[in-house]
């Protein structure tokens, strides 16, 4: 009788033995030894254990951490950029420091905003939050998780005005400021040549490799995008070159990369270009004007002395909108400058 056995055992079959079936929903087991027996006992005690094993790895295969390992193991993932995997993963990691084990079929909506709301100080990295958790998600719904997405259709914070506002490019004064105190031999110059000489962004200047140059040209694989370009080189930044290649040349570790740390044993870090670049900012008084100004300043050059669209995204590799974009301002001096001579005509 049912009194007669243990949780989770039942008498099935034509034959009324022993079996054990949990949790409920799986495929009963049989109990070959006798009730009532310590042969038994032991069999029960070991299906037992067994079954709150698999459930338990189960229940972890549901968590916001099993969804993140299986997400990083997909085609999903292997498709991003290098430079997209870094940006995702400091919001993976945030993700599985703050969720790891919450059960990702009980996350709702607003477990989403929340989230966003616990970061509102950051809004970039708030709605980062949002934007992997849409990915997350999804990726659920096709390992067959979950039938929704909680994280579709939360709207992005807005920016702060203060925040939004456009960047300059550098101005020529700044520019001629820069060069003239900083000599061709010295990291920020030969950092500030390559972004301005290539009109790259400094994640991918500071991964130039000697080998990139290719005859008067170098060689660049934005991680952004992935778009592959090759740059003439301009005057001021062939001088930097030959001026660190002879440095390199002529000392006893030389490196692979142009831009390197200071002990010259590996690449500069983007945290160490960064401040170096600052406190050069500020000593010719370009606190305005980040190094990223610096692409905007490359466009804005080109468009200065006459080049098109086309001809400035083949060099800084930048879409027809962003280099519309970056030299709206330029555009708009030129038109002015167009209407106002003709006004006095």
């Not at 692409?295 to 519309?324: F, Q």
């Amino acid at each position: 009788m049912k009194k007669e056995l243990p949780k989770y055992v039942y008498r099935m079959g034509r034959g009324n033995h022993p079996h054990f079936r949990w949790p409920r929903g799986s495929k009963p087991i049989r109990i070959k030894s006798e009730t009532g027996t310590v042969e038994f006992q032991k069999e029960y005690t070991l299906l037992l254990s067994e079954a709150k094993r698999g459930i338990a790895q189960v229940s972890a295969k549901y968590t916001m951490s099993g969804l993140i390992e299986s997400y990083q193991q997909s085609e999903r993932w292997n498709a991003l950029s290098d430079r997209t995997q870094k940006d995702y993963q400091k919001v993976l990691d945030f993700w599985a420091e703050k969720t790891g084990a919450r059960d990702i079929r009980r996350f709702e909506r607003k477990h989403i905003i929340a989230a966003m709301d616990a970061n509102k100080d950051a809004v970039r990295f708030a709605n980062y939050v949002m934007q992997v958790a849409r990915v997350l998600f999804e990726h659920s719904i096709d390992l067959g998780w979950r039938k929704d997405n909680p994280a579709q259709g939360v709207k992005s914070l807005k920016m702060p005005k203060a925040k939004r506002l456009d960047r300059e490019p550098w101005p020529a004064e700044k520019i001629k400021a820069f060069r003239a105190r900083y000599a061709f031999e010295t990291r920020e110059r030969l950092l500030f040549e390559l972004c301005l000489g290539s009109g790259q962004r400094i994640g991918d200047v500071l991964e130039m490799r000697w080998s990139d140059i290719e005859g008067d040209a170098i060689r660049v694989v934005q991680n952004k995008t992935g778009k592959g370009l090759l740059v003439p080189l301009t005057s001021d930044l062939r001088s930097a070159l030959a001026s660190h290649r002879s440095i390199n040349a002529a000392s006893r570790r030389q490196s692979v990369f142009m831009l390197t740390n200071a002990r010259r044993s590996g690449p500069w870090s983007y945290r160490g270009a960064s401040q170096a670049i600052r406190n050069a900012r500020e000593a010719v008084g370009a606190l305005k004007w980040d190094i990223h100004s610096l692409r905007h300043a490359a466009a804005t050059e080109l468009y200065e002395v006459g080049c098109d669209v086309p001809m400035i995204m083949a060099v800084t590799g930048m879409s027809e909108k962003m280099v519309r974009h970056y030299t709206a301002r330029a555009n708009q001096f030129s038109l002015a400058s167009k209407a106002q001579l003709k006004r006095e005509k």
